[in-house]
C-alpha cells in the first residue's frame, strides 16, 4: 500500500486525521527498521500534516507526551540540575555587572549573562518548569482528559519543586564559599533588590511577558537547526533587558536575599514566587500554548470531516454494498 495514502477505514481510529495516522504510521515504520533521523521524521510528518505550525505543534507535542511519561524520580534529579544550571544566570549576570560601569550601556551588556543558564539547560536538555508550559501542555490540549490533567499536574509539580530546590542550593553555595569577591557579592544582592522593587501585581503582569517569550522560544526551536543557541540568546536577552520575572532565574535572585537576611520567606513565596508563578503560567500555557494549539485545530477538524465523508463515500459504492433506499 501506498504510504501517502490514507489508511483502510477498517483499521482508522474516528477520532484521528489521517495525517495523525499517516504520521503514526512513519513513526512504526521507523521503529521496526531502527530510522530515528529527526530531520528525515519531521520531513516526513510535513508530507501528511496540514501546515508546518502542525508540524511544528505535533513534534512539541510527541516531545510533551515523553515528558509526560518518564519516572518521577529521573524528572526531579533533572530539574534540580536544571535550576543548579539556571543559577548561572544570575552568576554571570553578578559577575558582569560587578565589572561594568553603572550605565545604560553597562545594563545593556551586563544583561547578556541572563542568557547563560537558558542556554545550558535548553541545550542539555534539562527539565525547566516554563519550558514545560507549554511542550507538557500540549497533549492536555490536544485530549483533554482528567488523565492527561493528572500527568500535567505531577509534571509540573516535580519540575518546579526541583527547579526551585536547584535554584536553592546554588545561592546558598554562592553565598556561603569563598567563590566570588565582595564586589560580586555586592552585585548579587543588588540583582535580588531590584527584582523586588515590583509589587505582587507587577510581577504577575510582568511574569506574563515572560512566560510568552519563552515560550515563544520553545515554539521557534524546533525550525531553527543550526541556529537554536541564537534564538535562545535573542529571546532570553528579550526577557533580560525588559526586567521580566522569570520564577527559576528569579528564584536564584531572591533565594540569596533571604540566605542573606535581606529578606523574609514571605516575600520570597507571597510578593515574588505566587505572582511570578502565576504570570508564566498565564503567558506560556493560556496565552502562547492556547492560541497556538488553537491555529491548527480547524485544520484537524476539517481533515476529520474530509476523512469521514471519503470513507462514507469508499462504503457507499464498494463492491456487494447495497444501498438501504432501493
Given at each position: 500500500m501506498n504510504r501517502d495514502q490514507p489508511s483502510d477505514p477498517e483499521h482508522h481510529d474516528e477520532d484521528s486525521t489521517p495525517w495523525e495516522d499517516a504520521v503514526k504510521r512513519e513513526r512504526r515504520d521507523a521503529a521496526r527498521d531502527g530510522d530515528h533521523d529527526d530531520e528525515e521524521e519531521d520531513d516526513k510528518q510535513e508530507r501528511?500534516?496540514?501546515?508546518?505550525?502542525?508540524?511544528?505543534?505535533?513534534?512539541?507535542?510527541?516531545?510533551?507526551?515523553?515528558?509526560?511519561?518518564?519516572?518521577?524520580?529521573a524528572l526531579l534529579w533533572s530539574a534540580v540540575a536544571a535550576g543548579i544550571s539556571m543559577s548561572a544566570s544570575f552568576m554571570a549576570r553578578g559577575l558582569l555587572d560587578a565589572h561594568l560601569p553603572d550605565s545604560d550601556a553597562g545594563f545593556l551588556v551586563g544583561s547578556i549573562g541572563y542568557t547563560?543558564?537558558?542556554?545550558?539547560?535548553?541545550?542539555?536538555?534539562?527539565?525547566?518548569?516554563?519550558?514545560?508550559?507549554?511542550?507538557?501542555?500540549?497533549?492536555?490540549?490536544?485530549?483533554?482528559?482528567?488523565?492527561?490533567?493528572?500527568?500535567l499536574m505531577r509534571l509540573w509539580?516535580?519540575?518546579?519543586?526541583?527547579?526551585?530546590v536547584g535554584a536553592g542550593l546554588a545561592a546558598f553555595t554562592f553565598l556561603h564559599l569563598p567563590m566570588f569577591s565582595p564586589a560580586v557579592a555586592e552585585s548579587f544582592v543588588s540583582l535580588g533588590h531590584k527584582v523586588m522593587e515590583n509589587g505582587p501585581f507587577e510581577m504577575f503582569s510582568k511574569g506574563i511577558v515572560a512566560g510568552w517569550l519563552i515560550?515563544?522560544?520553545v515554539w521557534v526551536m524546533p525550525s531553527a537547526d543550526q541556529a537554536k543557541a541564537w534564538v535562545i540568546?535573542?529571546?532570553?536577552?528579550?526577557?533580560?533587558?525588559?526586567?521580566?520575572?522569570?520564577?527559576?532565574?528569579?528564584?536564584s535572585e531572591i533565594l540569596y536575599l533571604v540566605f542573606a537576611g535581606e529578606t523574609g520567606w514571605a516575600d520570597f513565596f507571597l510578593r515574588f514566587g505566587l505572582p511570578t508563578l502565576a504570570g508564566n503560567i498565564a503567558g506560556g500555557t493560556f496565552i502562547f500554548a492556547l492560541i497556538s494549539h488553537a491555529q491548527i485545530r480547524n485544520d484537524m477538524d476539517i481533515q476529520r470531516q474530509g476523512?469521514?465523508?471519503?470513507?462514507?463515500?469508499?462504503?457507499?459504492?464498494?463492491?456487494?454494498?447495497?444501498?438501504?433506499n432501493q
Open positions: 501528511y500534516l496540514p501546515s508546518k505550525a502542525a508540524a511544528v505543534h505535533e513534534r512539541l507535542r510527541v516531545s510533551g507526551e515523553k515528558e509526560l511519561e518518564r519516572d518521577a524520580m547563560f543558564g537558558f542556554l545550558i539547560v535548553i541545550l542539555a536538555r534539562q527539565q525547566l518548569f516554563t519550558e514545560n508550559t507549554v511542550t507538557a501542555v500540549l497533549p492536555f490540549m490536544s485530549h483533554p482528559t482528567a488523565g492527561n490533567l493528572g500527568r509539580g516535580v519540575v518546579l519543586a526541583g527547579n526551585i515560550a515563544t522560544m540568546l535573542i529571546m532570553t536577552y528579550a526577557v533580560a533587558i525588559g526586567e521580566f520575572p522569570h520564577i527559576i532565574v528569579g528564584a476523512r469521514r465523508g471519503a470513507w462514507g463515500f469508499a462504503r457507499k459504492h464498494a463492491p456487494g454494498h447495497k444501498n438501504k
